[in-house]
T-cell receptor, first 116, second 114 residues
Framework: AQKITQTQPGMFVQEKEAVTLDCTYD???????LFWYKQPSSGEMIFLIY??????QNATEGRYSLNFQKARKSANLVISASQLGDSAMYFC?????????????FGKGTLLTVNP | DAGITQSPRHKVTETGTPVTLRCHQT?????MYWYRQDPGHGLRLIHY???????DKGEVSDGYSVSRSKTEDFLLTLESATSSQTSVYFC?????????????FGPGTRLTVL
């Protein structure tokens, strides 16, 4: 069975500093995808970044990067130069390939607070 | 904007009453999903659909049913609402065929069962 673990219920970071949000996963499927979503206090779910299990390089999207360590089964989100608007809940999710109907399994989330 | 709308956006109901939540999409995507979000649990899959009249159970399907008679609409029904079904419900779609097949979410429905 798939499992996503986010061990940090809450994190604090100073504005303009970098922060890493942890995510570990468990799957026996060799082909899978990893996603990060942001949920601000307004409630919408915003897709941030994707990493495929066969991707050779870590994914990057603007100030977001994914530190993918396949052997350790970790997919940590790195936010550089934090901004006040980055304060939100962040969810890590995984999708197995091969007949999964593109279903996602989510972690419980990390609440990031950016301090001025 | 993935063209997903949910209705109602907020609903308060009483225990034992039936409730139907609607998810509507405008882009004819095949795959649609219903999740619930509760504090400390993240998002959990209730039911999903892989085509018209093709649906299947997710992780937390007890007490819920779904229907999809048209590509654009995916309905979630609570036959007899209970207080444990107080939650925020998200609909999602996966536009298949791209590089990542990313799942996109609707705005959510906040349901309170008294």
């Amino acid at each position: 069975a798939q499992k996503i673990t986010q061990t940090q219920p809450g994190m604090f970071v100073q504005e303009k500093e970098a922060v890493t949000l942890d995510c570990t996963y468990d799957t026996s499927d060799p082909s899978y995808g990893l996603f990060w979503y942001k949920q601000p206090s307004s409630g919408e779910m915003i897709f941030l970044i994707y990493q495929g299990s066969y991707d050779q390089q870590n994914a990057t999207e603007g100030r977001y990067s994914l530190n993918f360590q396949k052997a350790r089964k970790s997919a940590n989100l790195v936010i550089s130069a934090s901004q006040l608007g980055d304060s939100a809940m962040y969810f890590c999710a995984m999708r197995n390939s091969g007949g999964s109907n593109y279903k996602l399994t989510f972690g419980k989330g990390t609440l990031l607070t950016v301090n001025p | 904007d993935a063209g997903i709308t949910q209705s109602p956006r907020h609903k308060v109901t009483e225990t034992g009453t039936p409730v139907t939540l609607r998810c509507h999409q405008t882009e004819n995507h095949r795959y649609m999903y219903w999740y619930r979000q509760d504090p400390g649990h993240g998002l959990r899959l209730i039911h999903y659909s892989y085509g018209v009249k093709d649906t299947d159970k997710g992780e937390v399907s007890d007490g819920y049913s779904v229907s999809r008679s048209k590509t654009e609409d995916f309905l979630l029904t609570l036959e007899s609402a209970t207080s444990s079904q107080t939650s925020v419900y998200f609909c999602a779609i996966t536009p298949v065929g791209g590089l990542t097949d990313t799942q996109y979410f609707g705005p959510g429905t906040r349901l309170t069962v008294l």
